[in-house]
């Protein structure tokens, strides 16, 4: 299987995690986008520990997709430095699969 990817990404409100899925998904660079609510990050930034509530946006996405997708994050989200991050997946249902990379690329 190919290295296909769930990224996950934090925002702070419901409306900046549509506007991103909604974004990712219309643009092929994601076939899906969760947006998964109450999460509580706690945090170090700027020499602070912090917790803020938070909104999780579990995206599915094709091989190579990384970087593509990590642009567009960036450019809409609210933060100044907004969690990206990936992981492979390394198993998966053939027919889902196929949908992922059908519907991002």
Not at 3 to 18: A, I, Q, T, Y
Not at 31 to 51: D, H, I, Y
Not at 53 to 74: N, S
Request: glycine share 6%; with cysteine.
């Amino acid at each position: 299987m190919e290295n296909h990817l769930v990224m996950m990404c934090l925002v702070p409100d419901r409306g900046s995690g549509e506007n991103i899925a909604r974004a990712l998904v219309q643009e092929r660079l994601a076939a899906c986008v969760n947006l998964v609510p109450g999460v509580v990050s706690t945090f170090r930034w700027e020499g602070e520990v912090k917790q803020e509530d938070e909104l999780l946006m579990i995206i599915k996405t094709a091989a190579g997709r990384f970087e593509a997708v990590r642009a567009a994050i960036t450019m809409t989200h609210p933060y100044d430095t907004p969690e990206v991050i990936a992981l492979p997946i390394v198993e998966g249902d053939p027919k889902y699969v196929a949908w992922l990379i059908e519907n991002s690329q």
